[in-house]
């Protein structure tokens, strides 16, 4: 092939068509790796991979409603004219029907525990919509109904709870702060009573917040219960002053921010529904001089079909797509001119994301959003984000847990073997993105030299392959059906053993050579003697 190289591909990467025989089929396309010579473009955090616990699970309260008959019904009934404003436990904007009560999560299950802190070291961020508006005590009687301007109540029991299960779950807390109605003067300024409170507990406990954004979302600040007429004037009156107080009261604390969503393509433009989606750039420019230590936004790629009326649809079909595993590069690229502008150098954090906002799609619960969580996780890795918390650990369909039963879903399994594997230098293989071809490298968790390799074969129908030089240990997550529950390790369902001990994580060993990728499959490798010298 000489020198030129085809599609973008770089020195030490080659692409081949192999063909049987003379005039025969042709065999799958095949690119070979050098994992020797990949080089270092950057590292991750080792929580890099993190999840969040939405402060309504804490509290208890109202959240997505399943699918299913009572669902379909409520989707049915027209979004009532009382909701352009907050009501009760409902965010503004949004059709009371479309959720149902849960009592507050368990934070002590052994199971629970057990399956967080395998995903462990991570951050765990508490925080969604309904922290907004949640009312923390400043003793431990705490009220039996939210006190004015407040839609929720947490007790200092509950967090500590959480505090409890991070330490459990080798997690670190990250959080936001109540910014609603109730923590307002009386001309309409923020007042850090409630978030002092909250810090100061938290250390009185023996934990700590190691982050923190001002509020949940700033562009959808009237959902979030902020007073009617938010702008992003007020907002960056309230963020200055919110940067001063945790300067003083926190100076350790990681200051997280915008932490902005819906803006760009594939989201929601300029309205969430009946609600203004307020713009990142004018926060931020309201916002200066005061500025983040980390530059933080959300992604979801879709609405849910639970939010079918605010529209931005998917479909299961379109899953696997270039267009749609593509989207998070593109919400990425719209915040970076931001970041680069106005936060020149901060690192990003993907504080919150999943396969589709409010609740996630059916889907999410099976094999098919698996190539979304990993395929997301190795495309970022790439491009200086540093976190990503998925969006949930447990709750609703995009949770990584059963929220009934917290059995894992694949996309835990998935998240498990990209903890034991990938580690946290990221490297360039030198295969641009194409369908068949999703091909990510990270150093090899704790073997020195060694490349841990994840090609996803996105295609439903197309073998791929790769060529490796060196022998490896592989891991290939497939399904029966694409749609279904469970997911198979080389042939063998993943499921928990007797007194929830997860099963053995073990590779089947691969020879030096063709590595063939079966279509709509996920194969992680393990190449411990690859002798890459960034990985030293």
């Not at 436990?89 to 629970?112: K, Q, V």
């Not at 978030?195 to 959808?220: C, D, H, Q, W």
């Not at 999410?364 to 990503?388: C, P």
């Not at 929830?500 to 994580?505: A, C, I, M, S, Y």
Request: glycine share 10%; charged share 20%; hydrophobic share 40%.
């Amino acid at each position: 092939m000489g020198r030129d190289w085809p599609h973008g591909l770089s020195a030490g990467v080659t692409l081949t068509f192999l063909v049987a025989s003379l005039g025969g089929p042709a065999m799958a396309q095949s690119v070979s790796l050098i994992p020797a010579t990949m080089p270092r473009i950057g590292t991750v955090d080792e929580r890099y991979q993190s999840y969040n616990v939405e402060m309504l699970e804490v509290t208890g309260g109202r959240f997505w409603r399943p699918y299913g008959p009572e669902l379909e019904a409520a989707l049915r009934q027209p979004t009532p004219a009382s909701a352009a404003q907050s009501n009760g436990d409902t965010p503004a904007g949004m059709n009371p029907a479309l959720y149902e009560s849960r009592p507050p999560l368990d934070l002590t299950n052994p199971r629970l525990r057990k399956l967080a802190a395998a995903l462990g070291p991570a951050y765990v961020r508490v925080s969604g919509t309904w922290a907004n508006t949640t009312f923390f005590p400043e003793t431990d009687q705490a009220p039996a109904t939210p006190p004015p301007g407040f839609m929720g109540v947490l007790s200092r029991q509950q967090w500590k709870s959480v505090v409890e299960f991070a330490k459990a779950a080798n997690a670190e807390i990250v959080t936001s702060f109540a910014t609603g109605l109730g923590t307002r003067d009386g001309a309409g300024v923020w007042m850090p009573e409630q978030a002092r409170r909250l810090i100061a507990y938290t250390k009185s406990v023996g934990g700590r917040i190691v982050a923190a954004e001002f509020m949940n979302e700033p562009t959808l600040a009237i959902m979030g219960g902020a007073p009617q007429g938010y702008d992003a004037a007020t907002y960056g009156r309230d963020f200055k002053a919110f940067r001063a107080f945790a300067d003083q009261a926190a100076p350790d604390m990681i200051v997280l921010g915008p932490g902005s969503v819906g803006e760009t393509i594939g989201e929601w433009g300029v309205a969430y529904g009946s609600l203004p989606v307020l713009k990142t750039r004018e926060m931020l420019v309201a916002s200066q001089p005061a500025q983040v230590d980390a530059f933080s936004y959300h992604h979801y790629g879709a609405s849910s079909q639970r939010c079918a009326a605010m529209g931005k649809q998917t479909t299961a079909e379109a899953a696997l797509s270039e267009d749609w595993l593509g989207r998070t590069d593109q919400t990425l690229a719209f915040y970076r001119a931001l970041r680069d502008e106005f936060e020149p150098g901060r690192p990003f954090w993907l504080t919150e994301t999943a396969d589709a906002a409010c609740g996630g799609n059916p889907w999410a619960n099976t094999f098919l959003d698996t190539f979304r969580y990993l395929d997301q996780l190795g495309r970022l890795a790439k491009q200086d984000v540093r976190v990503v918390a998925h969006n949930t650990l447990v709750a609703s369909d995009y949770g990584l847990l059963n929220d009934r039963t917290l059995e894992p879903k694949p996309t835990y399994w998935a998240g498990l073997l990209w903890r034991r594997l990938m580690g946290t230098t990221v490297l360039e293989t030198g295969v641009p993105i194409q369908e068949g071809f999703h091909i990510y490298a990270h150093c090899l968790r704790g073997t020195p030299g060694g490349v841990a390799v994840l090609a996803i074969n996105n295609s439903r129908t197309q073998s791929s392959a790769v060529e490796i030089p060196k022998a490896a240990e592989g891991y290939t997550l497939m399904a029966p059906q694409l749609e279904s529950s469970s997911i198979r390790l080389n042939g063998q369902e993943l499921r928990l053993r007797a007194q929830d001990e997860l099963p053995d994580l073990q590779g089947s060993r691969v020879q030096a050579g063709r590595v063939e990728l079966a279509p709509a499959s996920i194969t992680f490798l393990a190449l411990p003697e690859a002798g890459n010298p960034g990985c030293r």
